[in-house]
T-cell receptor
Framework: QQPVQSPQAVILREGEDAVINCSSS?????VHWYRQKHGEAPVFLMI?????EQKGHDKISASFNEKKQQSSLYLTASQLSYSGTYFC??????????FGTGTSLTVIP | GAVVSQHPSRVICKSGTSVKIECRSL??????MFWYRQFPKKSLMLMAT?????????EQGVEKDKFLINHASLTLSTLTVTSAHPEDSSFYIC??????????????FGSGTRLTVV
């Protein structure tokens, strides 16, 4: 049930763009995106519910494909504050919430 | 809004003792809370879903007698690690869902508890 993310890790220079993918073998009811800084709790970024949906704020956006089996998170003109581990997440049948495998993002000056 | 408080943030205990971790929703009522465990550089693994007034639902492979969950009120869920062993050392995080609209909901997390069993 755990979505798989790729890449596992990425290093960017400030100002560069990145894409993080989240895939599932089955259609997802929803996909959430979170960012976690080391030693801290995950912070909610956004949720997508509909196939084909795109959503974003500032320079972070996400899409959910038509089959609802794949989502991508787009970070444009990355800033140092974007560093952290990004997780997608999805809801299970019994109201559970499962996280993806995670992607470590490091932005360097 | 939707703030979750988790205590303690760090705890060191001796092997064989029990440790209780509290998770409180401060400004909303949480009928459902979730408990996760996270190992270094790994994802958060769902341990159990805590339902107010009823028994928790544990994920496969999680020992319910080892990790006791109580959700006695709409604002408090507790996780007790019983007879702790060094392999129970980990980062434990609770969360609760918040809801604003049909397409606007998510999960808010406590700040986590770093448990070290010596």
């Amino acid at each position: 049930q755990q979505p798989v993310q790729s890449p596992q890790a990425v290093i960017l220079r400030e100002g560069e763009d990145a894409v993080i993918n989240c895939s599932s073998s089955k259609a997802l009811y929803s996909v959430h995106w979170y960012r976690q800084k080391h030693g801290e709790a995950p912070v909610f970024l956004m949720i997508l519910l509909k196939g084909g949906e795109q959503k974003g704020h500032d320079k972070i956006s996400a899409s959910f494909n038509e089959k609802k089996q794949q989502s991508s998170l787009y970070l444009t003109a990355s800033q140092l504050s974007y560093s952290g581990t990004y997780f997608c997440g999805t809801e299970g049948k019994g109201n559970q919430f499962y996280f993806g495998t995670g992607t470590s993002l490091t932005v360097i000056p | 809004g939707a703030v979750v408080s988790q205590h303690p943030s760090r705890v060191i205990c001796k092997s064989g003792t029990s440790v209780k971790i509290e998770c409180r929703s401060l400004d909303f009522q949480a009928t459902t809370m979730f408990w996760y465990r996270q190992f270094p550089k790994k994802s958060l693994m769902l341990m159990a879903t805590s339902n107010e007034g009823s028994k928790a639902t544990y994920e496969q492979g999680v020992e319910k007698d080892k990790f006791l969950i109580n959700h006695a009120s709409l604002t408090l869920s507790t996780l007790t690690v019983t007879s702790a062993h060094p392999e129970d050392s980990s980062f434990y995080i609770c969360s609760a869902s918040w809801f604003r609209a049909a397409a606007n909901y998510g999960y808010t997390f406590g700040s986590g508890t770093r448990l070290t069993v010596v």
